[in-house]
């Protein structure tokens, strides 16, 4: 309490107040709802793109979303934001490592419109991409199998490409801190560490020292360089009969995956980084929270970003009255995004989907090449989406379907309604859940 006195009796005294106005860069045209924040709070342009700022740093950072973070002098009267879309590849944990890969994506970044590159820096295993400062971490020897031994020198390398870089950092799936911390491990009902289909636990989305934990790897990544940070696996695991540590039910499940963000967005308000969310597709659709604990409009409060996990193939036979929802790519991802922007207070500009770059699953095992793909960018293009980002876990792309989405791909005039039917994707078994 002394210590909060004495900081309000400082900040009174010497915080200086700055008018700022936040334009765009090209248009110069204002940008409404621009975020300008230092380490102890964030302050949000109004219509006509002007914010008041109280302040004791001497460095402010601004984003919004559509355009690329900047960092300013407090004194600094106007800022031009420049408008930013990422066009990403998934590069994976292991993928990392290998020239072959790194190289191809590097390639496709040089001669295609991708300008984004996001990496795993805790995957589900629980290990890290680098050796990281966390003390947590350290002792759980989560940066044993790291695939990274210069952290700041990869990023460099990424950036001299001017690509945005994004870390990926899954957070309740965790098989290594589950081992080493048993008391944080999910259990079934006979007490016994949970494990998917993968063999692999997770721990407690309810849990504190949890969000804690993450929440510091997040920083950690976010001061090395990385431009954003995406948390997956954020959510509950659709598994029924496990033990936790509070009753599972919507509310309490909505209110731990708030906490945890709320959490990330505390130690990370001091980095000048994005955040951004993976969820089921059809969040986009569902009116209860999917029995993960997302709805979008809890995810929007606490993030810059949703991104929904639109895979055609994740979907089920039904959506939209589509037999088969793989023949109908564009509008799958089309108007998830429309339902999504409908069920909430949110634009377009705050989602940028997942987009499928593997073969399909689930029904007639087609390999998703450039009719496919390019259909998938149209889609999110016209959603008018903050950009895209391309899925395979292998880190296996080529240029097909990049800088192809030209072509018009009709959207169907009526569709059966399914935002009352709480569908959601596939779960660790690979069974639909309905």
Sequence with gaps: MKFLILFLITFELFASTHSIRILDKETHQPVAQAMISDKF?????????????????????????????QSIDPRTETVFMEPFMPKALYLSFWAASSEKRLTRILDLAENTEINTVIVDVKNEY?????????????????????TVYDIEKFIAQLKKKNLYVIGRIVVFKDERLAQHRNDLALKDINGSVWRNHEKLAWVDPFESEVHEYVSAIAADAAS????EINFDYVRFPLKRELLYQKKLNQTNRVNAITQFLKSANGVLRPHNVYISVDTYGYVCWNDNDTNIGHTISSLSKHCDYIAPMLYPSGFGPGIMGFKDPTDHSYAI?????????????????????????????????KFFRSKEISEQIKGAQDALCSGWMLWNPSSRFTAQGLQD???VYPVLPSYKDVSKQAYCFRNEDEKLIQ
């Design 41 to 69: 709070g964030t302050f949000t342009s109004d219509a006509g793109g002007s914010v008041t700022v109280d302040t004791l740093e001497e460095k402010l950072f601004v984003k919004a979303c559509g355009y690329r973070q």
């Design 126 to 146: 629980g290990d890290l991409l680098y050796k990281s400062r966390v003390e947590q971490a350290e002792k759980i020897g989560a940066h044993k199998n790291r």
């Design 224 to 227: 090395r360089g990385f431009d």
């Design 333 to 365: 991802i089309n108007e998830s995004i429309k339902e999504a922007v409908k069920k909430s207070d949110i634009s377009a500009a705050r989602f940028r989907p997942w987009l499928q770059s593997f073969k399909d699953y689930g029904f007639d095992r």
């Design 405 to 407: 989405s030209t072509s």
